[in-house]
């Protein structure tokens, strides 16, 4: 990943989830992209510059800063020193946790998790039938430090298929070898004392093909009612986060339907719906209101228990490449000289990009994102070229504005993609209705 271009989430030669994914991705996404009602039927308010101070802000007063609390007839008094009671969203917030951003959420865990319903680390993944391991990537002092500090918020980590196309496939395909999966996964989540699991499987959807999915549906389903009665039996939760759906069916306008949404809700007690990624290989809205409405309304079809369902929210956005002028270097780290590709950015740093870049964000009232261009020289001794880049992301305003739509759906809850991408503006706006929870007798 580049360091110019934007904010680098990822450790050298690590992968984020979505870059793993094949060209079907890509033609998924341009079967999104097509849709002429974008944004149609969706209020989108009015929205404010995405660096001055908008209806999210909390305006903290210099020093210590007190705040009093109205419980019936009594006032409760503390300060930010003393922290006090966390305060609790409207609507139960998740979040994932990726080992490449543990610098940031180790921080963020301790300020946080009072306000959090469950939190899943993100390193663990699947290196076979029975082995569970830590991504080779992943710091095992950040990864300590984080379980330590993760206090109030139940652990649920996510489980990653690690396994190349077709793999978990035949796993689960088999009852011999699915049993095996299933005992290690209940073997993991009591050896780590965990509350639950996250299985998060998205091998199926992007690399095994969709000619695949009708064998591999109903295994999938054993392998998700086998493994709940397992951890439920030892008090465990089970979670799966899966890719969109959009209606009950299973035809080709139907969304990621190998994940069988009616077949697993009565077994699972969560189901997170990957309702980002909507622009991956190509420039484009990263969440587009209407694409994570259609997801919502899709789910609910297909289950009939918006309470069982939590909405992912993106808390990011991508920095892609468009064009190129001249003749760019070869990366070279020693020099370094690097030619970036598609990187990630986030609240956190794409005000820094900005500045850096003197750029000019336009928002986009369909679909309530910001997005930017600008021009980056890469050159060494010898080359220079310039790319012109484009950058689409969802603020902090926009994060809430998702949140808004599960709300108003009913849904079980959100989760964050990503703990540690998010800044306080981010925090701001899931809180600014947020309420303290009912005293102790």
């Known amino acids: 990943m580049a360091g110019s271009a934007g904010d680098p ?3 050298s030669g690590a992968a984020e989830p979505s870059d793993q994914r094949s060209d079907q991705t890509s033609d998924q996404t341009s079967d999104h992209a097509s849709e002429s009602s974008l944004g149609s039927g969706i209020p989108v308010a009015p929205r404010r510059s995405p660096w001055l101070p908008g209806r999210s802000v909390i305006v903290w007063a210099v020093g210590l800063l007190a705040v009093l609390v109205v419980v019936g007839t009594a006032v409760v008094v503390w300060t930010k020193e003393d922290e006090g009671p966390a305060l609790q969203p409207v609507i139960p917030v998740d979040a994932w946790a990726p080992y490449w951003a543990l610098d940031r959420s180790a921080d963020e865990i301790s300020r946080r998790d009072g306000s959090m319903r469950e939190v899943s680390p993100f390193w663990f993944r699947v290196a076979g039938v029975d082995q569970i391991i830590v991504d080779s990537n992943a710091s095992s002092e950040l990864t300590d430090d984080f379980l330590d500090d993760a206090g109030d918020a139940l652990l649920v980590p996510s489980i990653v298929d690690g396994l190349g196309a077709g793999e978990m496939a035949a796993i689960i395909a088999d009852p011999e070898t699915r049993r095996r ?12 004392e965990y509350d639950g699991v996250d299985l998060n499987y998205e091998q199926f959807a992007f690399a095994d093909g969709s000619d695949t999915w009708e064998a591999t549906r109903p295994n999938w389903v054993s392998l998700v009612s086998e493994l709940a009665e397992e951890l439920h039996a030892a008090g465990r939760t089970l979670t799966v986060s899966v890719p969109v759906v959009y209606d009950a069916a299973r035809t080709s ?4 339907w190998v994940y069988d949404y009616s077949a697993i809700v009565d077994h699972v007690d969560t189901i997170r719906i990957m309702a980002y990624d909507f622009s991956v290989n190509s420039p484009g809205p990263i969440a587009p209101l209407s694409f994570v409405q259609r997801a919502i309304d899709g789910a609910i079809e297909a289950t009939g228990q918006p309470d069982k369902l939590s909405l992912g929210l993106a808390v990011y956005g991508r920095n892609w490449p468009v064009s190129e002028i001249g003749t760019c270097p070869e990366p070279d780290d020693e020099d370094g000289v690097t030619v970036p590709g598609i990187t990630t950015v986030t609240p956190r740093s794409v005000g820094d990009l900005i500045e850096r870049r003197d750029a000019v ?8 994102e910001w997005s930017f261009e600008y021009d980056l ?3 060494d001794s010898t080359n220079t070229c310039v790319q012109t880049r484009q950058v689409h992301y969802v603020d902090a305003d926009g994060v809430r504005a998702r949140m808004d739509l599960a709300i108003d759906a009913g849904l079980g809850g959100v ?3 990503a703990l540690g991408f998010e800044d306080d ?5 899931i809180l600014i209705d947020a309420t303290l929870p009912e005293p102790d007798d």
């Open 9 to 11: 989430l990822l450790p």
């Open 181 to 192: 999966h299933v005992d290690a996964i209940v073997e993991f989540a009591a050896d780590g």
């Open 253 to 256: 306008q139907s969304g990621y």
């Open 361 to 368: 964000p336009a928002y986009d009232a369909a679909t309530d």
């Open 377 to 379: 020289e890469i050159s």
């Open 415 to 417: 989760a964050l993609w």
């Open 425 to 429: 503006a981010v925090w701001d706006a």
